[in-house]
């Protein structure tokens, strides 16, 4: 090889050694940025009015996380591991018609449909006020629409024998990418579970909406449960079999990694989670507006629920 | 001319980041996408850092070399950003607490450990500190390759349930320093 042609190959390389270094760049940013992960236009079209205000709920006068922030800052795997894909990545998801499989030691199994859950149109159901504790240390605020769980399981008529009851959610992965993705460890359809007595436990929710709208798939509708005083995991979103059992069922995020996700996850400020504090929360009032509050003891619930939970609070975490 | 617009390349993710935080487009947890996204232009950077040596020996390139303290000390910049974040919105500057978690939570102790070796190598870069260390400073800088595997372990240690992107930037990561090592046994076998 003469000198020409070595200064020639030396260009080529160089030529390849920045195409390389650019096309990462570039493929990094198309696939970062590209899906408008920080849009502004997203957060601008989509604003709630007088975003800059406090809501308040009509009904109990407390203050609420806004709409927006509760709405495009979810954990739902069933789309996506970011906060945004839930709301990004649900608009193909079909919430009717739905419709709720009641099994096991039960009296009176049987399928039915939402408005038969709901007993009584949409409008009409309690608002309760709950505190969302996500595992990841951050909460919200949020009103959600329903009833009682134990309204709707006392109609089934639990055997004697059950001590335990499955939640298992939608199986859908030509609408949910998240489900789909072959990047995702997680063992679908989610499963949560809950103790009979938790079930029956007058706060735990069955819920049809949150901010009196039922059309919002990145918040768990149409059908979640929700458990005010255990981090949010334990609140089974998009539910469409309950099953009633003697063994205790396995849980989704236990099963993926018992060390870090308690099968009970009870809110216990004192006990970390392996990788951070549970001491305190991030509170997400508003995409402007986060406080950081020390959490509490069953999310604040103690006075209700701490006799279900006899003992040392570690054989309960 | 190529410096300046060396670095302000280097400065526009940050500005990007600055300008997003005002607009509010950051999203509903703004701070904790701050967070992210220094840490991950900090691993950009220490990437490319690692990449220009690389490219100058195979493509005979050694004015690329020339940029490798700027984007050093960038990478040093967005890693102080990052940490300076973390200790204002997760730990609201209270020292006491950060001893806990250096000492509670292996991915703290990790990224914090980068971060004290980053320090290190960004405080020697001076010409009168590289002067001063004549010939240790090269094995000094070597440590480098070892905040990159803290950084790598840092990372794989966030993972809920998607490992997609830890383990792409674990796997450039691995490239990076089975490169070096190779190059390491050449020099050796050749003396």
Known sequence: MNRITDQNAYRRRRLIAGALGLGALGTFGALRYGDGTVSAEQADKDAAPGSDEPTVSDKTGERLTHKFAATHYNNAYEFGWDKTDPVEKSGGFELKPWQVTFDGLCGKPGTFD???LMGMPFSQLEERV?????????????PYNGRSLRDILSVVQPLGSAKYVAFTSILRPEQMPGQASSFSTL??????????????????????????????????MP????????????????????????????????????????????VYPDISHPRWSQATERRIWSETEVERIPSRPYNGFADQVAHLYPGDQKQYR | MIRTLTH?????????????WRSQSLGVDPQK??????????????????????????????VVLKYRRAVGLWVFAYATTHFTLFLSFYLGW????????????????????????????????????????????????????????????????????DWSWPVAYAAIGLCLLMLRLRRARWLRTRN
């Not at chain 1, 009979?196 to 069955?206: H, K, Q, V, Y």
């Not at chain 2, 000094?140 to 390759?145: A, E, K, Q, R």
């Open chain 1, 114 to 116: 939402l408005d038969e």
């Open chain 1, 187 to 220: 063992d679908w359809p989610y499963v949560e579970a809950l103790t009979i007595e938790e079930a029956m436990n007058p706060l735990t929710f069955a819920t049809f909406g949150v901010y009196g709208d039922q059309n919002l798939p990145q918040n768990g």
């Open chain 1, 130 to 142: 709950y505190d969302f504790r996500c595992v990841e240390a951050w909460s919200m605020v949020i």
């Open chain 2, 33 to 62: 996408a701050l967070i992210l996204e220094t840490g991950i232009w900090t691993f950009n950077l220490l990437l490319v850092v690692l990449f220009l040596p690389v490219a100058s020996r195979w493509a005979h390139w050694p």
């Open chain 2, 94 to 161: 209270d020292f006491v607490r950060l001893a806990e978690e250096i000492t509670d939570r292996p991915y703290v102790l990790l990224g914090f450990g980068a971060w004290l070796i980053l320090a290190a190598l960004a405080s020697t870069s001076t010409r009168p500190a590289i002067k001063k260390l004549g010939r240790r400073w090269k094995p000094l800088h070597t440590f480098v390759y070892l905040a990159l595997v803290c950084a790598v372990i840092h990372y794989l240690l966030m993972i809920r349930s």
């Open chain 1, 223 to 266: 059908f979640r449960i929700t458990v005010p005083w255990k981090y949010g995991f334990k609140s089974p979103k998009f539910v469409v079999r309950i099953t009633f059992t003697e063994e205790r069922p396995e849980a989704t995020w236990h099963k993926e990694n018992s060390r870090e996700y308690g099968w009970y996850s009870n």
């Open chain 2, 8 to 20: 302000l390349g280097l400065a526009l993710p940050a500005l990007v980041m600055a300008y997003a």
